[in-house]
Every structure is written in C-alpha cells, then in structure tokens.
C-alpha cells in the first residue's frame, strides 16, 4: 500500500480527482464563468469530458448542479 493511500485513505489520482471536481463545484456556484472555461481553467481537455466526469460523480450535468444551486439562494 502507497504512503498516500496509507496516510489519506485513497489512491492519489483518486484524490486529486475530488480535488478538482470539489474547485469545478466553487467555480460554478461562485463564478459566472462557462463549463467550457471552467474546463480549460480546471485543465480538463474539453467540456464534454468534464461534463461526463462531473455526471458520474454527481447525477448531474454541472449546469444542472448550477441551476439547483442557484435556486437554493
């Protein structure tokens, strides 16, 4: 078992994935920047993959995250 697993209970990859869609999250309840920005920035290849990611690991499409959050306020 790796050192990071040991010490943080996941894989690296496996967290610096959260780490990013958790900074994905910020972006779109903080900013007014795109999904297509927040990609490039995010330093996802294209939207369509951060769209896919962010599916799988939340149930929806980050505009939808954005719009559910957005009527939270």
Known sequence: MSFFK?????????YVSK?????VEELLTGSRMSV?????RMGY???????????QHHGVTPMQY???YASEK
């Open 36 to 40: 297509k920005e927040i990609a490039s």
């Open 66 to 68: 954005r719009k559910m």
């Open 6 to 14: 040991r010490n943080f209970g996941e894989d690296f990859r496996l």
């Open 19 to 23: 780490s990013r869609l958790k900074r």
């Open 45 to 55: 290849i294209d939207s369509c993959y951060l769209n896919k990611l962010f599916r």
